[in-house]
């Protein structure tokens, strides 16, 4: 495992992403009150422009949330105000 990445989330309400190419990983909140969802395309796949296809992310109050996919995918995060997440890939 690579070391950990602290990827800023620069903006509200944009797609910024976290992940490039990974199968595994695990994403980590720093601050609590803030909205986070996610979504991913295929690596190298066109970005996400819309929230339409977000997934909730760190509900019931997890601290982390796991990336698991077969193929290589690129991971996109959406939150409400800026914020930081730990990415551990």
Avoid: C
């Avoid at 070391?3 to 909140?29: S, Y």
């Amino acid at each position: 495992m690579a070391n950990p990445v602290f990827p800023q989330v620069t903006a509200a309400n944009v797609w910024t992403k976290v992940a490039t190419n990974v199968t595994t990983g695990v994403m980590h909140k720093h601050k609590t009150d803030i909205g986070y969802w996610q979504t991913y395309r295929m690596t190298g796949g066109t970005a996400p422009t819309t929230k339409d296809e977000a997934v909730k992310m760190f509900i019931d109050n997890r601290q982390s949330e796991n990336i698991s996919a077969s193929a290589g995918i690129d991971v996109y995060v959406w939150s409400d105000e800026a914020g930081v997440l730990r990415i551990d890939l």
